[in-house]
């Protein structure tokens, strides 16, 4: 029984009281912290998931091909990219980006897209998605007059490696 039932109050005001909290925002439908929170306006859209991913999921990476091939100058989102270090020690620094002829998935556990030019394998290639990888190479100079690029999966490097190399010219900056 409850104890509202046996106090003083007369139960037309009672049954108001109960209108006024169990109605009183009727109009906009049930709350619950989900509706409230997904109709907030400064709340952040729910991630998207690209693909399933768990312990078990197995990258399933294809060969990375090649649709352009350009040198640019170091700017200061580039040098962010590559870092104080880099820049501070190399001599005449200079981004290579290569954009893919297709998306390139996200990375799974360890593997990362990496470029290759001239056969030197570039560990800390930036990944811009959805289908741009950036290397950074310490002196313009040490390019050749026509070079290769090519691109691979850290992890597995036979199976995505480019097809075809990219030709490139060091003066596109």
Excluded: H
């Amino acid at each position: 029984m409850w104890t509202i039932s046996s106090s003083r109050v007369k139960p037309a005001a009672l049954l108001l009281l109960t209108m006024i909290l169990g109605c009183g925002s009727a109009a906009d439908g049930p709350r619950t912290a989900t509706s409230v929170a997904a109709t907030a306006p400064d709340a952040p859209e729910p991630a998207l998931a690209d693909e399933p991913r768990g312990k078990d999921a197995q990258p399933n990476y294809g060969p990375i091909d090649l649709a352009s091939v350009r040198v640019r100058a170091m700017d200061e989102q580039l040098a962010r990219y590559a870092g104080q270090e880099f820049v501070r020690n190399a001599r005449d620094p200079v981004a290579v980006e290569a954009v893919t002829t297709s998306d390139l998935p996200l990375p799974l556990g360890a593997s990362s897209p990496v470029l290759i030019i001239n056969g030197q394998v570039y560990p800390d290639t930036w990944f811009i998605r959805p289908n741009r990888l950036v290397a950074f190479v310490a002196d313009r100079a040490s390019l050749r007059e026509t070079n290769n690029a090519e691109a691979m999966w850290i992890g597995a490097e036979t199976t995505t490696r480019s097809r075809q190399p990219m030709p490139f010219r060091p003066n596109g900056g």
